[in-house]
C-alpha cells in the first residue's frame, strides 16, 4: 500500500512540476449526467491538472507510473433509478497519456467500485503532434457506457476532423474508430463509418446529418482489414471516399487464395452429416484450406483443413471473398489470443509430438474440443492480426492459457 501511495504522489508531482510537451491539446474539465431508461450515465472529462486521484492511482497500479497524463474521461453508469433492477455499476476511464513525446491511449475498467484493470494500451489511437480536444457524451444511437469518446483535431483552413473512438462488442479492450467526421465551418462535409450493419466496412455519405448516418445517398465499402488499435492505426483510417473505395478493394489481397472463413461458433465434423461427431469447435474469423466440396440439405458441405485437422463444415457457416455475403461475416473481431500462465505442455496437431511451451506464449485460438483442450496456432515470429497460416498448430489445456480478444 506504502509503495502504491508513494508512486501517485510522485505521479502527480509530475503532473504539476513536467507538463507534457503536447500540451496544446485541450480539455475542457467538466462533468455531464443524463438519464437514459432508468440509468444514469456520468461523464467527467478532466485535463492534465484535473486528474481524479483514483485514476492517477489506478494508472500507477497497472504499471504506467512513468507515463505523464495529458487528458482523460471517465464515463460511468449507475443503474440507481430503478429499484427493480439489479445495481450494476462500471466505470471506463480512456486517458491520453504521454512518454517520450508519444501519445498512448490507456483505457481502464472498473466493475462495482473494484479495482481498476488495464484494457489497453496504444499509440495507434490517437494523432501524434496535433493539437485536439477531447470529449465524450452519452450516445444515443448506440445506448451503452463509454462508446464515444470524440476527438476533434482543428484544421488550418478552420474546418476540424472529428474522430469518434468506440469499443468493441462483448469486450472493451477492442477501441477502434467508429466514425470520422471532416466537417468545414458551414457544417458541410463528409462523413465515414466503420459500418457492422452490413458486414464490415465503411459507410460514406455527407454532412450535414441529423443522425450516425440517416442519408439514403450513402455508399458501402466492404473491407478486409484489421480496425481495432490493437492491430491497426488511426492514421490508416480512410478520411476521403477515394480511400475507403481503395482499401476496399485492395483488402482483399490479404485473403489468402484457397482459403475460407468459418463464422458463428461451429462444429468441424468427421463426416459431411450433421450428425458425425465433432473435431471440435471453431471460433469466427478462422481460416481454413478448402479441400473439396459435396452437395448437401441446405448448403454444400465443404472439406477444410484448419492447421493439421480435417473434417467438414456446412457450407452455412463458410464464407469466401467470392460469396456474396462474404461482407456479412466480417462484423467479427480477431481471433482469441491466448498467453500461457506456466509451463505447460503442447501436443502437435500434425503427428502428436509432445513438447514444452514456456510461461507468456502468445497464440491464437481457432477453437476448442469437448476434453478441455484448446485448439492453437503459435505463430512464426508473433502474433498478428490474421491467423498465421504458417505458424504450428497443437493443442493445450484451457487451465494452461489466460485468453483474450487482445494480444
Not at 132 to 154: C, H, K, R
Not at 280 to 301: E, F, Q
Not at 397 to 405: L, S
Request: glycine share 6%.
Amino acid at each position: 500500500m506504502r509503495r502504491a501511495l508513494t508512486s501517485l504522489l510522485m505521479l502527480l508531482s509530475c503532473v504539476w512540476l513536467c507538463l507534457p510537451s503536447h500540451a496544446f491539446a485541450k480539455t475542457n474539465t467538466h462533468q455531464r449526467v443524463e438519464e437514459h431508461s432508468g440509468c444514469a450515465w456520468i461523464t467527467t472529462t478532466y485535463d492534465a491538472a484535473d486528474f481524479p486521484a483514483d485514476v492517477l492511482l489506478a494508472l500507477s497500479e497497472n504499471g504506467l507510473s512513468d507515463y505523464l497524463p495529458e487528458n482523460g474521461v471517465t464515463l460511468s453508469t449507475r443503474y440507481d433509478t430503478r429499484p427493480e433492477m439489479q445495481k450494476n455499476e462500471w466505470d471506463i476511464a480512456v486517458c491520453v497519456l504521454v512518454k517520450d513525446n508519444v501519445r498512448w491511449l490507456a483505457v481502464l475498467n472498473s466493475r462495482q467500485q473494484g479495482a481498476w484493470t488495464l484494457d489497453l494500451l496504444s499509440n495507434h489511437a490517437v494523432l501524434q503532434n496535433r493539437a485536439y480536444s477531447l470529449d465524450a457524451d452519452y450516445n444515443n444511437e448506440i445506448a451503452s457506457l463509454g462508446q464515444t469518446v470524440d476527438f476533434t483535431y482543428p484544421c488550418a483552413d478552420g474546418s476540424a476532423e472529428i474522430y469518434r473512438l468506440t469499443w468493441g462488442f462483448s469486450d472493451s479492450s477492442l477501441w477502434h474508430v467508429d466514425c470520422y467526421d471532416h466537417v468545414d465551418t458551414a457544417g458541410k462535409g463528409i462523413r465515414i463509418v466503420c459500418d457492422y450493419s452490413q458486414g464490415y466496412g465503411y459507410t460514406v455519405s455527407s454532412l450535414p446529418q441529423s443522425g450516425r448516418y440517416l442519408d439514403t445517398d450513402r455508399t458501402f465499402y466492404p473491407c478486409y482489414l484489421p480496425v481495432y488499435f490493437n492491430w491497426a492505426s488511426i492514421d490508416d483510417y480512410p478520411t476521403t471516399e477515394e480511400q475507403a473505395r481503395l482499401y476496399s478493394e485492395n483488402s482483399m489481397a490479404f485473403f489468402p487464395d484457397g482459403y475460407a472463413m468459418v463464422w458463428g461458433e461451429v462444429n468441424l465434423r468427421q463426416k459431411a452429416t450433421s450428425t458425425s461427431p465433432s473435431l471440435g469447435k471453431y471460433y469466427a474469423g478462422t481460416l481454413a484450406k478448402v479441400l473439396s466440396t459435396s452437395s448437401g440439405k441446405d448448403a454444400p458441405w465443404y472439406e477444410l483443413q484448419i492447421g493439421s485437422v480435417h473434417g467438414y463444415v456446412s457450407g452455412v457457416y463458410v464464407s469466401r471473398p467470392q460469396d456474396e455475403s462474404f461482407s456479412e461475416q466480417l462484423w467479427h473481431g480477431p481471433l482469441p489470443v491466448a498467453k500461457t500462465v506456466k509451463e505447460c505442455e503442447f501436443r502437435s496437431a500434425k503427428d502428436g509430438a509432445v513438447s514444452r511451451l514456456p510461461a507468456g506464449t502468445e497464440m491464437q485460438v481457432m477453437g476448442y474440443t469437448d476434453n478441455g483442450t484448446l485448439h492453437v496456432m503459435l505463430p512464426q515470429i508473433a502474433v498478428v492480426w490474421q491467423m498465421d497460416l504458417n505458424g504450428t498448430d497443437g493443442y493445450v489445456g484451457k487451465n494452461d492459457v489466460e485468453m483474450r480478444i487482445q494480444p
